[in-house]
């Protein structure tokens, strides 16, 4: 995300210049916003979520109010993070309020909360069920992991694993003799017996790609387990595919959330600014690193805060 940072405020920056050097007009704004969505376009972010964006911004900055003012490049800069902020579902009007692991999930008050969590192969997934139970457990949150992928063997070992790396139980069944369904309902009851779990992580199959056997194994976990939420956990590296993957896992599943994972690395970072704007659906945690304490709430005002410098 780095990069994305670089990029976007260094564009912004020149466009401010440019615009501070001339006589602000609507010409001036409009140049300005050229290279803001050229930086947007550079991040990878879709062409239509760039351009509304910059459309937006500029019916802004070229009213009465910012063209009379003695800094208009301020002005213009605040309107960019106000709808930087708004890109990624936030309100810029609330103020910033850094929100638990719990409360980004939506851990009920009490009983059980059951937490689907689905993605691509290699997305992250697993890892990230890992992690979510590391900070759930630090926050007093007992969690119980689900072993629910049962295409491939190394999967639950996997989850056993992480499991015992972060002193979390994993309930599992011999994929012989089980289905994703099953392990899943039995995972619940076997929390509801425990009596101290809060939540429980359902980590489920995934796939190389978007298919229909996929969607059917999730959509019969859903409909028969009724999670409390759905979780995507996309790999933020892959750009717009990992929009669109977030595009076509909501419209079978109805997802809650989505966990971007592997900020850390040379994303370009246009899935974290449009996954929201383009599925409807909330950017909840990004993953940063491969151990298991990189993991962090996601929170528009400071993303778009850290893109501005
Ligand atoms: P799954 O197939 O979706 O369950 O993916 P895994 O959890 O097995 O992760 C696939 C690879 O991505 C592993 O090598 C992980 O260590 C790595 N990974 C997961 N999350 C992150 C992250 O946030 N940052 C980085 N750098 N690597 C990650």
Redesign the pocket.
């Known amino acids: 995300s780095a990069a994305l940072f670089e990029s976007f405020s260094e564009r912004l920056q020149k466009a401010m210049s440019f615009i501070d050097r001339g006589r602000l007009t609507e010409a001036t704004v409009r140049e300005g916003m050229k290279q803001v969505r050229q930086a947007l376009l550079e991040a990878d972010v879709a062409y239509d979520v760039a351009r509304d964006f910059t459309k937006r911004v500029s019916e802004q900055a070229v009213g009465d109010r910012v063209l009379k003012s003695l800094k208009p490049s301020e002005q213009i800069v605040g309107i960019v993070y106000r709808e930087l902020v708004a890109l990624m579902g936030g309100d810029p009007d609330s103020e910033f309020q850094p929100s638990s692991v719990a409360a980004q999930i939506g851990v009920k008050r009490d009983g059980v909360t059951v937490l689907m969590m689905c ?13 979510l139970a590391r900070a759930l457990k630090k926050d007093g949150f007992a969690p119980l992991l689900v072993a629910a ?1 049962l295409q ?1 063997p190394a ?1 639950i070992e ?1 989850l056993k694993t992480l499991g015992e790396q972060v002193g979390v139980p994993v309930y599992t069944e011999d994929p012989a003799n089980s289905t994703p369904v099953k392990v899943c309902q039995n995972g619940v009851k076997e929390a509801q017996r425990r009596g101290d779990v809060r939540v429980v992580i359902l ?1 489920t199959a ?1 796939r190389l790609g978007v298919d229909e056997d996929l969607m059917r194994e999730l959509s019969a976990i859903d409909r028969k387990v009724g999670p409390d939420a759905a979780f995507l ?1 996309a ?2 590296m892959t750009g717009q595919d990992a929009v669109n993957s977030a595009k076509a896992f909501n419209e079978a599943l109805e997802l809650d959330g989505v966990v971007l ?5 040379d994303t370009r970072g246009g899935a974290a600014l449009s996954i929201k704007a383009v599925t409807g659906v909330p950017l909840k945690f ?5 151990t298991l304490d ?2 962090e709430a996601f929170h528009p005002d400071r993303m778009a805060g850290r893109i501005l410098g």
Do not use: F, I
């Open positions: 993605g691509l192969q290699g997305a992250g997934k697993t890892t990230t069920c890992g992690k992928d491939r999967a996997q980590d995934g956990v790999d933020a994972t592997k900020m850390d690395g990004v993953g940063t690193g491969e990189g993991l």
